[in-house]
């Protein structure tokens, strides 16, 4: 995907699908629960360390490129995100798909020699496969669809600033302002997910900005509207996967940042959650008339608020709110918060066997499941020896992990998993690694933490 034409070679980002095989043309309308899913499987493949068919540093780059992006074009002036950009933009006078990202080789070529290297023009060209000569004015979307050699990549990186700047100068696509909660949910974690895999701190701040539009104006400590415009939140409430995106993002900016404020605002969403979609130790989506569906949950079928188990182009609410609890049970020792997300598992086997494909979410959830809990504690002042250690803990790839990051605590905390952890007698940060709260000996670190990780604790 990051060598086809879905990926935005120039400006970075993702459009929503292809409308052909072999992903040479997309439809240009570009998502921000696209971006912000798949930002979050790139900074996770860095964490893996790549392969050799995708290495890291190519992983890297596209990440980096769709965060910029992300942030540049779908970041709104009250913060967050907005919902989308338009796949149609005016060219030549009419209104076009994609008029904004393709180009024709006479465009490549005069952008070339405004900018004094025509030499260069001709290796874009073939690069990019834009044909010449009496198709010179065909226009096409910039992308290899290979592994670009070093020098290559050095092209494309020398004129990218200035084929961006050219190409700002074309009537953009319009974007949809709208503010989505859940989806802004997804755009928090997957930032502060970056932030840490490509040592890009500043994109904490752009998740912050996120949270602190939802939590703010979307969220009023007792439900959680779904949508705002301009600052101001209106409308419906919010569905389940709003809820529990919320949820995801604000624990994973939690482990990011250690400022309790999201874990605090974390539990809050899930408190509300689950008295508004749980019944019985099943979900439920309303007073409708409700039977078993195939993921063990249930859905109203009647009305027009169905819970749908299934995951589409964002995960379904199930599957999030599943992994949201396994997250808190991690962090607080919830049996019941653990047993609610075993219900919600118990139905994936016939999830996979009917529809592997809407079921990748909870198949997440449940490799965390199997392979966790597994609790990381960092305490100490803030400084280098803390932020290294939370570095280590954070580049883990390993499922289940739940990392807490905080002051000593001679008590109680308001995350359990930080209760009574000790810092050095010389003040120095500390890791703890536990499996049910259950604790080996504290190191103080990254390498010593790094093997506790990787031998499960």
Not at 146 to 165: D, F, H, I, N, Q
Not at 395 to 421: D, I, K, N, Q
Request: charged letters at 25%; aromatic letters at 6%.
């Amino acid at each position: 995907m990051c060598r086809s034409a879905l990926f935005d070679a120039l400006g970075g980002g993702f459009a929503r699908y292809s409308v052909t095989a072999d992903w040479s043309l997309p439809h240009y309308e570009k998502m921000l629960y696209d971006n912000a899913q798949l930002l979050r499987i790139l900074a996770h493949w860095v964490r893996l360390g790549g392969s050799d068919e995708f290495p890291a540093e190519e992983a890297r780059a596209a990440a980096a490129l769709t965060a910029d992006w992300m942030v540049r074009e779908l970041g709104l002036p009250e913060g967050g995100f907005a919902s989308s950009l338009d796949a149609d933009s005016e060219r030549d006078g009419r209104t076009v798909e994609g008029g904004y990202y393709v180009w024709t080789r006479a465009e490549l070529d005069a952008a070339a020699r405004a900018a004094g290297g025509a030499d260069d023009a001709a290796r874009l060209a073939s690069l990019f496969g834009l044909p010449g000569g009496e198709h010179a004015g065909k226009a096409a979307p910039l992308h290899a669809g290979r592994v670009l050699g070093p020098a290559e990549r050095e092209l494309v990186e020398r004129w990218r600033g200035r084929l961006l700047a050219e190409r700002s100068r074309r009537t953009p696509p319009a974007r949809d302002d709208k503010a989505v909660a859940g989806w802004n949910g997804l755009a928090v974690a997957a930032l502060a997910d970056a932030a840490w895999a490509l040592d890009r701190p500043e994109l904490l701040e752009a998740a912050r900005g996120a949270a602190e539009l939802v939590r703010t104006v979307h969220w009023d400590g007792a439900r959680l509207l779904r949508v705002s415009h301009g600052g101001s939140a209106a409308g419906i409430e919010g569905l389940l996967a709003d809820y529990a995106g919320c949820a995801e993002g604000a624990f994973a900016l939690y482990s990011a940042t250690g400022e309790e404020r999201w874990y605090t605002w974390a539990e809050d969403l899930l408190a509300v959650a689950t008295d508004r979609f749980v019944a019985d130790g099943l979900l439920s989506d309303g007073p409708a008339a409700e039977v078993p569906d195939t993921a063990g949950v249930r859905a109203a079928l009647a009305g027009a608020r169905a819970l749908d188990p299934y995951d589409a182009e964002a995960p379904s609410g199930a599957s999030l709110l599943a992994g949201a609890l396994l997250t808190h049970a991690a962090y607080s020792g919830s049996a019941e918060h653990r047993q609610l997300a075993a219900s919600i598992l118990g139905g994936l086997p016939r999830l996979v066997a009917q529809s592997p494909r809407v079921a990748g979410w909870l198949l997440a959830v449940a490799q965390g499941a199997l392979a966790g809990p597994l609790e990381v504690a960092i305490v100490g002042a803030q400084g280098e020896g803390r932020r290294r250690l939370l570095a280590e803990a954070l580049a883990s790839p390993r499922p289940g992990l739940v990392v807490a990051v905080g002051a000593p605590s001679e008590g109680e905390a308001r995350v359990p998993l930080l209760a009574f952890r000790q810092a050095a007698d010389d003040g120095g940060a500390l890791a703890y690694v536990c499996r049910d709260f259950a604790c080996r000996l504290p190191v103080g670190t990254p390498e010593a933490l790094r093997d506790l990780i990787a031998a499960g604790g």
